[in-house]
């Protein structure tokens, strides 16, 4: 009986072949992202103390002067880059809050639908699975001076708010026009989630409250927002890195500009490391992107401990 259970243990000879075949091959590809990632990984933070324009053999070591360039040692780069920062924060701030005020009701409406919920749901999701550079290019258009939105209002008698250099032209709709753009793009995603999360939610927690004489606006407070806590703090926490990483939009739209009004730390990056010709900036432009990492991984971090506390 002993050998007969030391037996069953055994995995079949054919069950160890078969499972060395699959880490086979999947071990090169396995080991070449490992040696590709790593290699990349310590060459731009080496990078990030060190003079290089792309094209000379050998790097000047600086050590942090980068860095100390970056934050107040050279004036033709810090005061953009505070600049760039604040825009950064303004975008980091309010992006994710306004994706959560609307996704949030929005997702409530839509999970109270019964007949056209399937519909709805992928209405909603089409922003997010289109192409962005299409979406951005066809809301540049849109905005332009002779583009739809000036011309819906001025149809409508609101001439005084369409803009005649265009929302992307005035420095002082250019960045609130590009949040709303991101807004707008960052709420289908947003939905879908709260959506799933509202639909695993007990429903007799809902039912009971109705009958305690709860109105909605106390089920949304008391019930339905501590339930999905964790989910807006994943929300959150999107919106937070987009804002950090993401410049695609601002490349795209208005270029950082005008003067500088819609510049962000993505696209200074994005600058110094491929539009400064034979300057040696791109350790600069390595140790902006090593200050936005770190600036994100303290986000999450703090995010991770706040939601800790919650739960």
């Not at 290699?39 to 003079?51: E, Q």
């Not at 109105?215 to 339930?227: D, E, G």
């Amino acid at each position: 009986m002993t050998t007969q259970h030391v037996a069953g243990r055994v995995r079949p000879p054919g069950r160890w072949r078969a499972a060395l075949t699959g880490y086979a091959f999947v071990f090169p590809a396995v080991a070449l992202f490992a040696v590709m990632g790593v290699y990349t990984i310590g060459s731009g933070l080496a990078l990030s103390f060190a003079k290089w324009n792309g094209f000379t053999p050998d790097w000047i070591w600086v050590g942090f002067e980068n860095y100390l360039d970056l934050i107040y040692a050279d004036p033709s780069l810090a005061p953009p880059l505070r600049a760039a920062s604040w825009n950064t924060v303004q975008v980091m701030v309010l992006v994710p809050l306004l994706t959560v005020a609307i996704s949030l009701p929005l997702a409530v409406v839509l999970n109270s639908v019964r007949r056209l919920r399937a519909v709805l749901r992928s209405v909603y999701f089409l922003p997010y699975v289109t192409s962005g550079i299409a979406v951005y290019y066809a809301w540049r258009y849109i905005l332009e001076p002779d583009g739809a939105i000036n011309l819906l209002l001025r149809s409508l008698g609101l001439g005084t708010l369409a803009q005649p250099q265009g929302f992307l032209g005035n420095p002082s709709t250019a960045l609130p026009t590009l949040i709303v753009v991101l807004v707008w793009s960052s709420v289908p995603i947003a939905t879908l989630l709260y959506l799933t999360g509202l639909q695993a939610i007990d429903p007799a927690l809902f039912e009971a409250a109705r009958i305690d004489g709860a109105a909605p606006r106390q089920v949304l407070r008391r019930i339905t927002w501590p339930l999905l806590t964790p989910l807006t703090a994943g929300v959150v926490l999107l919106g937070v890195r987009d804002s950090l990483h993401g410049f695609q939009i601002f490349l795209i739209m208005t270029g950082g500009g005008p003067g500088g009004h819609t510049d962000v730390l993505g696209l200074q990056a994005y600058r110094l490391a491929f539009f400064k010709g034979l300057a040696a900036t791109l350790g600069v432009s390595s140790a902006l992107g090593w200050l936005l990492f770190a600036g994100a991984l303290l986000l999450t971090l703090v995010n991770a401990r706040l939601l800790r506390r919650v739960r």
